[in-house]
């Protein structure tokens, strides 16, 4: 499967620091990890909100990345506003494991 994930400028920093091929541990005031399933939702993320955000860097990226489906059929899609405002919640704790799952690496396709 195809996911997305709108992240600022540290967030950008650390996936960069891994060489592109991890998400960052949450933090402890961040009990999910959100990627969302389609580039609309994950623009409008990065360009409306990441942007207007201090702790973003007022940046906003969108990575894409590959994630095996097996794996990833086990979290339930939730909508969270209009219908395309589709993600996935990975809870912080199984986030290593996610990170094991991603195929290839995380691309920056888009920068705000």
Known sequence: ???YRPVGEKEHML???SGYSEFPPRLPEQPIFYPVLNRKYAKEIAGKW???DKN???KGY???FEVDDDYIS???VQTVGASYH???WIP???LAEFNSRIIGKIRVIEEF
């Open 1 to 3: 499967m195809i996911l």
């Open 56 to 58: 973003s860097g007022y």
């Open 50 to 52: 990441n942007t207007r």
């Open 86 to 88: 589709q993600e996935l």
């Open 92 to 94: 912080a704790e199984e």
């Open 74 to 76: 086990r979290y339930e």
């Open 62 to 64: 969108v990575t894409e």
């Open 15 to 17: 996936i960069a620091e």
